[in-house]
């Protein structure tokens, strides 16, 4: 496996940005303003970029199932953070919540590897 680490171009980063858009767009529609997701959007790409070094190091692991446990525990944990606010439903709810975020996760992560790296889905079953 090469382990150059990949440029990725301008337009192809702005592919990135589509899911964003779309959110954003659905809460100015439902008018529940967009002044706090947006800062949500500034506060994650810093996080983001604080941690690349450690998301590089998740990524080019020449194990999947580091990077599947990984993404694993980055699912549970959000779907419980998302319920964070509930007290008395949080149980009943952490399916639901897990499976939506699943989805929507699922979904943007083909969208990230195949529209933004442009990864081949047909290299990584080696790995597994």
Sequence with gaps: MDKSI?????PNLLVALLPVLVVLFVLWKWQQGIKTSVWAVVRMVIQLILVGYVLTYIFESDSSWIVIGVLA???FSSSWIALRTLSDRRNELFLKALASIVVG?????ILIT???L?????YLPQYL
């Design 118 to 122: 442009m990864l081949d889905p047909w």
């Design 73 to 75: 525990v980055m699912l």
């Design 6 to 10: 990949q440029l990725i171009s301008i």
């Design 105 to 109: 996760g699922v979904a943007v992560l």
């Design 114 to 116: 195949q529209g933004v």
